[in-house]
């Protein structure tokens, strides 16, 4: 058996949910020959904070690429999602805050907001296409019902 002690070296300690992190920041310290007690050897937050820049960057982009599809501002929607989440005690960066939930909460508030006289025009669009989905579904779910049903044999 043979061991890597500067692999063992560069070891970082995961105090929560942040494998990825760790992984990462214990890789570079090997490579650097970092010992994890080392004035220059990474931690699991060092790496947490390129990675959440990482990841706001392309939420960034996600977003301004839903607005050119939508042809509308996304922000009132995001407001008015993050409202109805913590009036249930839910924030989008909990572990409970599944995409279901985020889904569940757009389609109430859009349904709400189309509801009042003058809502920004994100929530009439997303309205729409909502209608859409729901004519899609209920037209998926004849077919299927169609299809089940067992045909009759022809009588000669």
């Not at 300690?13 to 494998?19: G, H, I, L, V």
Request: net charge negative; hydrophobic share 40%.
């Amino acid at each position: 058996m043979s061991v890597n002690y500067e692999l063992l070296h560069g070891w970082v300690k995961q105090p929560s949910p942040c494998c990825a992190a760790a992984s990462v920041a214990g890789a570079l310290n090997a490579i650097t020959g970092n010992k994890r007690s080392d004035k220059g050897a990474l931690c699991h937050l060092q790496v947490l904070a390129v990675m959440a820049e990482i990841l706001e960057a392309q939420a960034v982009k996600l977003k301004a690429s839903a607005e050119r599809c939508l042809g509308a501002n996304l922000d009132p929607l995001l407001e008015a999602v993050e409202a109805e989440l913590a009036a249930e005690g839910i924030a989008l960066d909990q572990k409970e805050c599944s995409k279901k939930v985020v889904l569940r909460a757009a389609r109430a508030v859009t349904r709400e907001e189309c509801e009042k006289e003058d809502q920004p025009e994100c929530f009439r669009l997303i309205h729409a296409l909502m209608e859409q989905e729901q004519a899609q579904a209920e037209e998926h779910e004849a077919v299927e019902e169609e299809e089940a049903e067992p045909e009759e044999p022809e009588e000669e």
